[in-house]
């Protein structure tokens, strides 16, 4: 099993980058500005052969007066009571400080292992702050430079003997890798002989021969040890922090009055209902235009790629300032990246009349975000925690649609009613003729749509098949995507035998 790994020390000591070294990507935010990290942040690592779930913490500062930094000193305490072993890292340029020797007395009190490192040890200059180390009664340091990767071979080694040889040899058991992969066969290759145009071809028959073609995909089959990734975005100061702390009824993230409090993004694995998810808390988004801090900018990055990655979005808007242009701009990012969404607004604890704000809110969705799809709208209050039992619902709901798959056969006899009803437009004369449809992949749902002169059908009559599908699917908050191609013209091998070549003339 992984080994729990905190790596803790006061500010500025390199923590972070040690952090994205172990880890093997950049995770976390670096800066040579003080105090950047201030909630706990986890990831899977390695040290060699050794797994690792890495937590990175919040410089230590030994406050107790409700201020953010005691707030910040409260999930360091949590890390240290989480982890199971300590890495204690001092500035080796710095040499030992006041905060150092107050952190290792905090240490001295835990009941884990502890592994003492003195970061930028790299030269001359680090070598008389890893002698000062010794001082801080952990035995002898381990001389690292987190920036540069060296000292891991004597990290690896002080683990070791922190452990213990029996603790270690678990620590290095990995669960077997998961190699099954899921996949399907060219789907238009096995339909091209079905044309869906020919009138004498029953619902029943055209349903046959696609199930006789055998084109549909097996949907994957839901894997207990998958979690579905919900990341919660929005503007600052919306609640994000404090409706996490409520799903999981903990104070697992800082939370306070203060806008703008959460500057990394952070991922929690938890479960709901027997089902595993991985929450991800990220930094609010403002307007491109008022991010003016370097920090700023990398921490919109950071909620940008958190975004990108997730399976499900959970939008979190103030219930006073829902469905502002930013607002709007984070859902329209979330879905052109595939993703789908669910609408919550927060702090309804505050709203006076629910039932009236309530029904404002939702004509503004179906007005602003017509994109949207339909996406479930939850209301809620992550303080009192009014309404939370309804986001996990409707976000597994969305998580649904977002990975179904659609039979052919119902696909198709969907497409031939629709088209009946409402023929496609003629373009310079000429109708275009959808022949059949295929859903192509899951994840967001995609489709292709194959007709004759497909390559001139509208985008108002795009959406109107987009819109079809999400109706008679029941794909509300997801994305789909349509793609149209251009049927082949069985006639025109045959006129181009039968034209006849042009052949040189000379002049007379």
């Known amino acids: 099993m992984p080994l729990k790994l905190a790596i803790l020390g006061r500010p500025n000591v390199g923590k972070s980058t040690l952090f994205n070294r172990l880890a093997g990507k950049k995770i976390a935010l670096v800066d040579d500005q003080p105090g950047v990290t201030r909630d706990r942040k986890q990831a899977e690592g390695r040290l060699a052969s050794l797994p690792l779930i890495l937590i990175d913490t919040a410089g230590y500062e030994n406050v107790h007066d409700g201020s953010l930094q005691s707030r910040m000193r409260e999930q360091t305490e949590a890390a240290i009571a989480e982890a199971e072993v300590a890495l204690f890292l001092i500035d080796a340029r710095v040499g030992v400080t006041i905060e150092d020797q107050s952190f290792a007395a ?8 502890v592994v003492l490192a003195a970061n930028k040890a790299e030269g001359k200059a680090g070598r008389d702050g890893l002698n000062e180390a010794w001082e801080l009664g952990f035995g002898e340091p381990v001389g690292l430079s987190a920036e540069h990767g060296e000292g891991m071979a004597d990290l690896f080694e002080a683990i070791r003997q922190a452990l213990g040889e029996d603790a270690f040899e678990k620590a290095l058991e990995e669960a077997e890798p998961d190699y099954t992969h899921f996949g399907g066969e060219d789907i238009l290759d096995k339909l091209s002989h079905i044309d869906i145009d020919d009138q004498t071809l029953s619902d029943d028959d055209l349903v046959a021969a696609i199930e006789e073609a ?31 702390n409520q799903l999981l009824q903990s ?34 988004l403002r307007r491109k235009s008022r991010v003016q801090e370097k920090l700023e900018r990398m921490s919109t990055g950071e909620t940008i790629r958190s975004l990108k990655y997730a399976d499900i979005i959970a939008l979190v808007m103030d219930a006073d300032e829902a469905m502002e242009k930013q607002d709007l701009q984070i859902a329209d990012l979330a879905l052109r990246e595939g993703r789908g969404i669910v609408l919550v607004i927060s702090k309804w604890d505050l709203v006076k009349d629910p039932d009236a704000a309530a029904k404002h809110i939702r004509d503004l969705s179906n ?47 969907w497409l031939r009613h629709t088209i009946e009803r409402h023929p496609p437009p003629s373009v310079h004369g ?55 191609r251009q049927g082949k013209n069985p006639y025109a091998d045959k006129a181009a035998q039968q034209r006849p070549s042009k052949r040189y003339k000379p002049k007379h």
């Open 367 to 413: 007005r602003l975000m017509p994109n949207a799809g339909g996406a479930p709208i939850v209301f809620l209050s992550g303080l009192t925690g009014r309404n939370i039992e309804k986001l996990m619902p409707a976000v597994v709901s969305v998580y649904a649609n977002w990975t179904a798959r659609v039979k052919t056969g119902d696909l198709n006899r």
């Open 214 to 244: 055998d084109v549909d995909v097996e949907p994957e089959p839901v894997r207990p040890d998958k979690p579905i990734k919900l990341t919660i975005v929005g503007r600052p100061n919306a609640g994000k922090s404090t409706l996490i």
């Open 251 to 284: 104070d697992r993230l800082l939370t306070g009055p203060e806008a703008g409090i959460t500057r990394d993004s952070i991922s929690i694995d938890w479960e709901w209902e027997g089902r595993r998810i991985r929450l991800v808390d990220t930094a609010g």
């Open 106 to 113: 905090l240490l001295r009190k835990a009941n884990i292992p």
């Open 430 to 484: 000429k109708r275009i003729k959808p022949r059949y449809m295929a859903q192509m992949k899951a994840r967001p749902p995609t489709f292709v749509l194959i007709a004759s002169r497909g390559d001139q059908m509208p985008d108002q009559c795009k959406r109107y098949l987009v819109n079809g599908v999400r109706d008679a699917f029941d794909m509300n908050g997801v994305p789909i995507r349509l793609f149209v």
